[in-house]
């Protein structure tokens, strides 16, 4: 069983489009996050959710907008797609907020 | 703020050979560590983590990392490269204070020749 899926693995779109990434995880864990991994491999937080609740927002445009209906899922909505949005897009989770994380397989986005 | 330098973006070694891949850290209060890996087209899999306990961190698939705090380093070690051992290798602290996000090192990737 996956412990952290992602859906799409991959999202191929055009600029100005609205896109969303869906992330569930299956071990009970309370906290979640979004990692952006751009071209040259280096990874950055974007958000972090505990209980449903926004913990980390990293400098992040508002065109992104996480949502987490609920602790097992926590989803990421892109407005207005930018050729700079073109990166691969890892959810993990942790038990809380001192723990260790597991990382989802990534979604390859691409902005034409 | 925290950091994480990883020394070498490319590492080269023999199969049977050791693996060493430097990670040094900068941190303001004492740190938690740890060592991803990343096969191609997939995820990060934890391979070790420090966590203020003992200073010489046993991994997955043989690898182990010691945390010298007098040199800000932890560096990830193995006796005996594989081949299945090549990918890339990041370095990660985390920022308890900060809702545990992860900063990443810039990854070394580790390449195994026959």
């Known amino acids: 069983d996956t412990a952290v899926s992602q859906t799409p693995k991959y999202l191929v779109t055009q600029m100005g489009n609205d896109k969303s990434i869906k992330c569930e995880q299956n071990?009970?864990?309370?906290?979640m996050y979004w990692y952006k991994q751009d071209s040259k491999k280096f990874l950055k937080i974007m958000f972090s959710?505990?209980?449903?609740?926004?913990?980390i927002n990293e400098t992040v445009p508002n065109r992104f907008s996480p949502k987490s209906p609920d602790k097992a899922h926590l989803n990421l909505h892109i407005n207005s797609l930018e050729l700079g949005d073109s990166a691969v897009y890892f959810c993990?989770?942790?038990?809380?907020?001192?723990?260790?994380?597991?990382f989802g397989p990534g979604t390859r986005l691409t902005v034409t | 703020a925290q950091s994480v330098t990883q020394l070498g973006s490319h590492v080269s070694v023999s199969e049977g050979a050791l693996v060493l891949l430097r990670c040094n850290y900068s941190?303001?209060?004492?740190?938690?560590l740890f060592w991803y890996v990343q096969y191609p087209n997939q995820g990060l899999q934890l391979l070790l983590k420090?966590?203020?306990?003992?200073?010489l961190v046993k991994g997955i698939n043989g690898f182990e990392a010691e945390f010298k705090k007098s040199e800000t380093s932890f560096h990830l070690t193995k006796p005996s490269a594989h081949m299945s051992d090549a990918a890339e290798y990041f370095c990660?602290?985390?920022?308890?204070?900060?809702?545990?996000?992860?900063?990443f090192g810039a990854g070394t990737i580790l390449r195994v020749k026959s």
């Open positions: 993990a989770s942790s038990q809380d907020l001192l723990g260790e994380q597991y």
């Open positions: 071990l009970g864990h309370d906290t």
């Open positions: 941190s303001s209060v004492p740190p938690y």
């Open positions: 420090y966590t203020s306990a003992a200073t």
């Open positions: 990660a602290v985390s920022d308890q204070r900060n809702g545990n996000k992860l900063v």
């Open positions: 959710y505990n209980n449903k609740e926004l913990i």
